[in-house]
């Protein structure tokens, strides 16, 4: 394959469905090798037959990015196979519902161990290699609940928002080793996360909100073009929303 990610390796956590699945098949097509990871195996294995079938190269590296162990031993694994790691999306997210007032602490553990600390995890592991290169890119898969906090969804908000401020510290921390850092916001997309909704009613309404609004080969190509900018130019925080959605932030 001939494209403008020719040698470079990505990995992307989260992609057994959704936006990550999307982004490996995108960044495939681009003519990156990746390494793929989630916790469902037979998925990751799909995924990279189609990116085989394809012309690309793909391994599967199974695991849960939520445990410290498993995603250093993800990002090590992936430098092991391809001798390099050049992008980094971490996409891995949970979407249940629920406030304050009732909330369940180990489902916020849980959530905030899935949406902010995963990314922890995987990035510290990248930085080291990635230093060492001089170059790579740090995307971490956020969302306008990031920025625009809802009390139905306390804690994927919460973990959102965190995952924005670490973000940011991020980039100034690693920006002189040439490594890029960016934060992607979609809006409503839709993707298997909104199974995580308990409330039929309530899940129901944001899958149709969410069928309405964008794909996640849309934010997928937002994220190859980020990581095909020259390599002087970071875009550190990119919100994508449906041309429809007239929302004020």
Do not use: H
């Given at each position: 394959?001939?494209?403008?990610?020719?040698?470079r390796v990505a990995l992307i956590t989260g992609a057994s469905s959704g936006i990550g699945e999307a982004t490996a098949l995108a960044l495939?097509?681009?003519g990156a090798k990746v390494?793929?990871?989630?916790?469902?195996?037979?998925?990751?294995?799909?995924l990279v037959r189609r990116i085989g079938t394809n012309g690309g190269t793909a391994i599967a590296i199974p695991g849960d990015v939520s445990d410290d162990v498993a995603a250093t031993r993800i990002?090590?694994?992936t430098v092991k196979h391809f001798?390099?790691?050049?992008?980094?999306?971490?996409?891995?997210?949970?979407?249940?519902?629920g406030g304050v007032e009732n909330a369940d602490p180990a489902e916020w553990r849980r959530v905030i161990d899935t949406n902010l600390l995963a990314s922890l995890y995987t990035s510290r592991a990248a930085i080291g290699p990635m230093r060492a290169q001089g170059s790579g890119d740090i995307i971490n898969i956020s969302s306008t609940a990031g920025r625009r906090a809802a009390g139905l969804f306390?804690?994927?908000?919460?973990?959102?928002?965190?995952l924005t401020a670490?973000?940011?510290g991020l980039r100034q921390e690693v920006a002189g080793y040439g490594i890029r850092v960016c934060i992607i916001e979609p809006g409503a997309t839709s993707t298997a996360l909104y199974e995580g909704i308990k409330n039929p009613d309530l899940r129901r309404a944001i899958e149709k909100r969410a069928q309405d609004g964008m794909s996640p080969k849309d934010v997928a190509a937002a994220i190859v073009f980020v990581v095909t900018l020259p390599p002087r130019t970071n875009v550190s925080e990119l919100l994508i929303r449906p041309t429809s959605d007239a929302a004020p932030m």
């Open positions: 394959m001939v494209g403008a990610l020719d040698e495939a097509a681009a390494a793929v990871s989630a916790r469902r195996i037979d998925r990751l294995q799909d990002v090590e694994d001798s390099r790691l050049d992008i980094l999306i971490n996409s891995a997210g949970v979407m249940p519902e306390g804690a994927y908000c919460a973990s959102k928002f965190g670490m973000t940011e």
